[in-house]
């Protein structure tokens, strides 16, 4: 009976211990998804980076673009009515000069 009752224990140890073995393993590939899963994510935000930074840098060059366009737009607006003053003042002389005779 004693021999029935040691035989008993050491297979429940047994089966005891290979239940632990299959949640170790599970453990072990639950943590190894888990870890590409992070990798993959990481990838993804390194790619979402690349692309918000090419954005950026495409939003600069525009705004760039768009304030040189408006610089030369005022300083040709400004050459424009530099002429035109002038043009007013040389009809101005001419007037004066005119009225003077």
Not at 71 to 86: F, G, I, P
Request: glycine letters at 0%; charged letters at 20%; aromatic letters at 0%.
């Amino acid at each position: 009976m004693k021999t029935k009752l040691a035989l008993a224990a050491v297979l429940a140890a047994l089966a005891l211990t290979a239940c632990a073995k299959k949640e170790e393993a599970a453990v072990d590939a639950a943590a190894t998804d888990a870890a590409a899963a992070a990798t993959d994510a990481a990838a993804a935000a390194t790619d979402a980076a690349a692309v918000a930074t090419d954005a950026a840098g495409a939003a600069v060059d525009a705004t760039a673009a768009v304030a040189t366009d408006a610089a030369a737009a005022v300083t040709e607006a400004a050459d424009a009515t530099a002429a035109a003053a002038t043009d007013v003042a040389a009809a101005a002389t001419t007037v004066v000069e005119e009225a003077k005779k």
